[in-house]
């Protein structure tokens, strides 16, 4: 009788200790990356061609102080004062934002993205209310970080960057002040050692820049993005790579740079991409004028469409023109044969879905509270960058190059589905549920595609050896769309053709800005 | 296409009342007794952290659960209980598409250490050990629609109960362990940024309280259950749920288990219970039905569901 009562016990106490000696604590993939190292400092960056800029001194940076001078010496002290008694959250910061200031900003933007990527609640009446940029705080705040919206985000602050970068370039080999740990041998230095000049720092320019675009693209978030600026900066005093004066010439060269895409920002048409009514039942018009249906919003209340003048918009790669003859012929007619036959097959995918098709959908779908696609390839992108070792100003130039590609794709996709106007599978066949939330805006072309169509090709050309593998992701990207009950074949296939066309133009960028 | 869980996972607050882990009911030695669950919930409103709010896209959110429950008397005093429970869920509006599957195993050793007369009645004392995992790979991040959060659990109840005649009363709490889960995506978002599929799941607690008239052919009672997520985040507005919300649920239920006069192995079992407070989850409507058969219930054995007559 003892033996029995015994077993329970046993069997509770060690389950209980199974559970309570598991770490329950998650760690993120970036969370340990080393601190940048990079093969090749890249020493001619200040050369390469610039994005918005018209030259590498377009926004002067006053010579630094003599290393020799009072001044400087005191700030040597600064930082010894710093190191004297280094607590552990310190040497934290130090961890973290060594890994690298463009990866550490994109990853900050991407989390501003997800936190913003809500669509507004309706109002009483069915309508919806617009986030304002001039009451950012108040519901529903602004942005809404759609897919658009975040594309563009992601653009700016990486060219803002990569050009605030380029000038630092410059400006390190024209004055060439030394690292404060060669100028005082006897500073403790918490990350590799660099060759390069430190004057201007290239963590603050990086900083800078991202803190002076992002004001405008979220106005709410300042006290957030400021307390990461600080905290970016304190790192680089704390670890002894950078006195006061590197940092703060880094700050105001990384802000002047992105005064200027801010102003490009705020005329490149995004202001007015949301439209209005009258536009929005024009599209209608003109589709049930070329005999087709015309798209409605599948939501309840009925939404607004997502951004229909977004394929306005200015792009970063092409001009205007370009822009609309990378449009692509329409879809299959609502009526045809053809349009039947994509439907059922849409249908025949959501039937009976696989746990597989679940997986890839779910992968992929980068729906409302995360990221976006353009979002999801620039961590792709970094966790591949982190292994190459690239310098700031390459990684900067990478991630510029993606992300131009990304927008301007956008750009094009939105273009063509407000021409086309075109409805989604659900609206021709009801009984096509789908695994994931379904997007408030025309079909053709599927956005995932293009996206992934254009980042797949850039970064092919940035990493040859995983050109293979990139496309692969593209190409699951794409019919994650598909089998999700989200979109057509057409949709799917046209919309990769198309990001590759337009992820080419990144590709004669990069061939010609003089860093390869 | 906003959504919200229901509590498809407090398996043993539909159970109600046939010889569950959280009743005071006990198997004999070398008895078994098993039979089939079903049960159907649904719920239109729910609480968007503490706004209660509807939504369109989503109509009435439905889960159907077809269960297999069982219970074997190692001893009078250590039962050993079990539930498998598939699930299917379904919105009447808006495109998301429904789910399906077996959901978790539910094991549970049941103790009674103690049991004596106390007054003019009989106090029985439990310990209830639990452990669930998931039987199926099914998708735990498509909140509403998801048939379960398929994190792996360890729970550990204690639970009194007090009987006088014909009338009962039990008790319990409950602590849950809850072990991380994976998802099928690379990162989310929470109250901060995440770049990991995998979701710290905070524990929770449970209390439940039962009380009503029980003899060897008739158990009617009424149950208040609470649950209680110790953690997790608030569903922003108009956003989508996340399994390590911090989910919570009052329910208030009645139950009705009745013998077969004619049949004593044979019980049939009926319930439900509604939402009555909560937060992160949908404002559930519960019915259930089950029956229960007795297996080697020879003339030693018996149920231990009425009083001890000394």
């Known amino acids: ?516 | 296409m906003k959504k919200i869980f229901l509590p498809v996972f407090i398996f043993s607050a539909f159970a109600g009342s046939a010889q569950t882990d959280i009743d005071a009911i006990m198997m004999e030695k070398n008895a078994f007794c098993t039979g089939p669950l079903y049960s159907y919930s649904s719920w239109t409103n729910y609480w968007e952290g503490t706004l209660k709010r509807d939504n369109q896209n989503l109509g009435k959110v439905s889960t159907q659960m077809f269960g297999l429950m069982g219970n074997y008397g190692l001893t009078r005093k250590v039962n050993l209980l079990f539930s498998a429970p598939y699930v299917k869920t379904k919105a009447s509006a808006g495109t998301l598409h429904s789910m399906n599957g077996m959901q978790d195993l539910n094991l549970f050793v049941k103790w009674r250490p103690y049991q004596k007369r106390v007054g003019a009645g009989r106090l029985s004392l439990f310990g209830i050990a639990g452990i669930s995992f998931p039987l199926s790979n099914y998708v735990a991040d498509f909140l509403p629609l998801s048939i379960g959060l398929r994190s792996k659990t360890a729970s550990a109840r204690i639970m009194a109960d007090y009987q006088q005649g014909n009338l009962f009363v039990t008790g319990s709490a409950t602590y849950v362990l809850r072990d991380n889960i994976k998802i099928d995506r690379t990162s989310y978002y929470t109250t901060e940024m995440h770049y990991t599929n995998e979701v710290e799941m905070p524990d929770a607690s449970s209390f439940n309280f039962r009380a009503g008239f029980r003899n060897h052919r008739l158990i009617a009672e009424a149950v208040v259950n609470n649950w209680t997520t110790l953690g997790g985040f608030d569903i922003t507005r108009n956003n989508m749920p996340f399994p390590s919300n911090r989910m919570n649920a009052t329910t208030v239920g009645i139950n009705i288990k009745y013998v077969i006069p004619a049949i004593p192995q044979l019980s049939i079992v009926t319930g439900g219970n509604s939402t009555v407070a909560g937060r992160n989850m949908g404002q559930s409507t519960t019915v259930y039905g089950s029956f229960f058969y007795v297996l080697g219930l020879g003339s030693k054995t018996k149920l231990t569901g009425k009083p001890a007559k000394k």
């Open chain 1, 1 to 516: 009788m003892k033996k029995i009562i015994i077993i329970p016990v046993i069997i509770t106490a060690s389950t209980l200790l199974f559970f309570i000696s598991c770490n329950k604590q998650v760690e993120g993939r970036t969370d340990n990356t080393p601190a940048l190292n990079p093969a090749n400092v890249d020493l001619n960056a200040g050369t390469w061609k610039p994005i918005l800029l018209t030259g590498p001194a377009e926004f002067p940076v006053p010579a630094p102080i003599a290393t020799t001078s009072p001044d400087y010496i005191a700030q040597i002290n600064e930082i010894k004062t710093w190191q004297a008694d280094l607590t552990g959250e310190e040497k934290q910061i130090v961890k973290y934002w060594s890994a690298g200031a463009v990866l550490r900003w994109n990853e900050i933007l991407r989390e501003l993205v997800s936190k913003h990527n809500l669509p507004p609640f309706q109002n009483a009446d069915g309508s919806y209310p617009f986030p304002s940029a001039n009451n950012p705080l108040a519901y529903p705040q602004f942005p809404f970080a759609n897919p658009p919206y975040a594309a563009r985000a992601y653009a700016y602050v990486a060219a803002a960057q990569y050009d605030a970068l380029v000038a630092a370039w410059h400006y390190k080999n024209l004055y060439n002040r030394p690292a404060p740990y060669t100028v005082d041998a006897t500073l403790q230095v918490l990350i590799p050692k660099s060759t390069l000049s430190s004057y201007p720092s290239e963590d603050a320019v990086v900083a800078g820049a991202a803190a002076e675009m992002m004001k405008l693209l979220f106005p709410g978030d300042q006290d957030y993005i400021n307390q990461k600026l600080e905290e970016h900066e304190r790192a680089r005093l704390i670890a002894g790579a950078n006195v006061r004066s590197d940092l703060e010439a880094g700050e105001a060269l990384g802000k002047a740079v992105a005064q200027k895409f801010v102003t490009r920002a705020r005329g490149d048409r995004a202001g007015a991409a949301a439209s209005n009514q009258a536009q929005w039942t024009q599209m209608e018009t003109d589709a049930l004028a070329r005999g087709e249906t015309p798209w409605y919003s599948l939501e309840l209340p009925k939404r607004p469409p997502m951004l229909p003048l977004f394929g306005k918009v200015k792009a970063f790669l092409f001009d205007s023109l370009t822009a609309i003859s990378l449009r692509p012929g329409p879809p299959p007619s609502v009526s045809s044969q053809q349009m039947r036959t994509e439907t059922e097959e849409v249908y025949n995918y959501i039937k009976n879905p696989t746990r597989e098709n679940t997986r890839i959908v779910h992968y992929w779908a980068d729906g409302v509270g995360t990221y976006t696609p353009p979002g999801h390839w620039d961590a792709i992108a970094a966790e591949d960058f982190i292994a190459k070792n690239f310098s700031e100003v390459r990684w900067a130039r990478n991630m510029a190059l993606l992300n131009m590609a990304l927008m301007d794709a956008g750009i094009v996709c939105w273009d063509t589905k407000y021409f086309y106007f075109n409805p989604r599978p659900t609206q021709l066949n009801p009984a096509i549920k789908t695994l994931t939330g379904i997007p408030n805006f025309p079909a053709y072309i599927s956005g995932h595609s293009t996206f992934s169509g254009a980042a797949a090709t850039i970064l092919g050309h940035i990493i040859p050896e995983k050109a293979t593998a990139y496309d692969a992701m593209a190409r699951e990207a794409s019919v994650s769309r598909l089998v999700g009950g989200i979109h057509y074949r057409s949709d799917c296939e046209v919309g990769l053709l198309v990001g590759k066309n337009v992820g080419n133009y990144a590709i004669l960028r990069a061939i010609a800005d003089g860093a390869e």
